[in-house]
C-alpha cells in the first residue's frame, strides 16, 4: 500500500473519479488563469503575432493576386518604422 505525507490540518479521503476530474479541471483552470496573467502571456502573443502576421499576409495577396504587390517589401517598409526594433540578430533570410 503506498503512502503519502500529509500535512496537519489535512486529511485523506477517497473522492470519486467525478470528484477527481473536477479538481484536476480546478488546477488547469488555475494555471491557465496564473499564465494568463504572467509577463510571459503577453511575451507570447508577440512572438506568435511576429510568426503568423507575414503568413497571413502572403496567404491574403495570393488569394487577392496583386501583381505588383511584393510582401517581402511591404514587412521591410513596415519593420522600418518601428522605432528600436533591431532584427540584426536574426540574420538573413532566403526562400
Not at 25 to 31: C, D, G, L, Q
Not at 42 to 70: C, M, R, S, Y
Amino acid at each position: 500500500m503506498p503512502y503519502a505525507l500529509v500535512p496537519d490540518g489535512y486529511k485523506l479521503e477517497k473522492v470519486t473519479k467525478a470528484q477527481q476530474e473536477a479538481v484536476e479541471r480546478f488546477a488547469s483552470t488555475n494555471a491557465t488563469t496564473a499564465f494568463l496573467s504572467g509577463p510571459a502571456s503577453g511575451e507570447l502573443v508577440k512572438a506568435v503575432a511576429i510568426v503568423v502576421t507575414p503568413i497571413v499576409l502572403a496567404a491574403l495577396a495570393k488569394q487577392i493576386d496583386l501583381p505588383d504587390f511584393n510582401i517581402t517589401e511591404f514587412l521591410d517598409k513596415q519593420l522600418e518604422k518601428i522605432p528600436g526594433l533591431d532584427l540584426s540578430a536574426l540574420g538573413e533570410f532566403s526562400p
